[in-house]
DNA sequence: AGCACATATTTGCCTTGACAAATATATTTT
DNA sequence: AAAATATATTTGTCAAGGCAAATATGTGCT
């Protein structure tokens, strides 16, 4: 039925793809900021960028924002407070949750990693010209618009 | 210095996008097998779907075409053996590697997935024409090759 | 106020995957 | 051929993340 011999190279799919891409991204991005002395696992990394671009939240919309369960959260601000890089504090209107907020310290990592950040998703992009990396970024953003809506 | 409110909205990098559309794709997906009555994982899914594609090769051939670590792949080759959908056979021209094939039901049960592959990958690219499409694999082919060149 | 229900955080349990060590077998070098 | 080196598979160990249960608050309805 299906030819015995699979015909020369099967492409990857697009999925499969997204995969690879995202996998060497996160490689590359932990290997500079161990290379720049930053002790930090993307996760960690992605959890104080967003504090520092979008400011103090709960945990819970922390976790939401970088797509980590909540249970995962607990740990990880675990760890990142015992490195004193950022405060759990009482929120003001919910005393059932947090408000995270980057320590001075959590900032001044965050300005030493952000040419790290730069810099890998530079040259991952190298290959792309202004235009093509808009296109690209528009792309992906339909795409994931399409995967939330409904379904 | 940087100001007290975070300006709007601040747009996702690339990185993180890549990211979000990948687990959303394996989310998905998922749910896609589970409601086609499959047990399988995406992991699992991955291994299948390249036997099935490519035919059979070794088990560390395996792991690193879907970028699996070598003990990773031995339990998850436990796993798939015990549900009767591959075989671990003596290699013919090396004695320390295995030659994993798929069974017949395991080629049965790869003929079930594939239109829940195709499903998914198609609804997530609908708001993409077929050249949108095409851009969008040969932009991320791209981003693939730099990322993987050296540096 | 009282009650049902939703949400925030934490913790325990489990699975998955990375890494390293052990063993077996090839391959290359001397 | 012997030794050194490389590769394939397996197993142990560990960290990370998902899920569910427990606890503490909020919110809305009556």
Chains 1, 2 share one sequence.
Request: hydrophobic share 40%; glycine share 6%; charged share 30%.
């Amino acid at each position: 039925m299906s030819p015995p011999t699979p015909l020369s190279v099967q492409k990857d799919s697009i999925g499969v793809l997204i995969g690879l891409v995202r996998s060497e991204l996160v490689r590359k991005m932990e290997a500079e900021l161990q290379a720049s002395g930053v002790e930090l696992r993307f996760t960690q990394f992605l959890i104080l960028k967003r504090l520092a671009l979008v400011g103090p939240m709960s945990a819970s919309e922390l976790a939401r924002s970088v797509e980590l369960d909540g249970g995962a959260m607990t740990r990880q601000l675990d760890q990142l407070e015992g490195k004193g890089l950022l405060r759990r504090c009482p929120h003001e209107q919910d005393r059932r949750a947090l408000r995270i907020e980057l320590t001075p310290e959590g900032d001044a990592m965050w300005r030493q990693m952000t040419p790290c950040n730069d810099r890998v998703l530079d040259a991952a992009q190298k290959a792309l010209d202004p235009t093509e990396r808009e296109q690209l970024r528009d792309y992906l953003e339909r795409v994931l618009h399409t995967l939330r809506d409904k379904n």
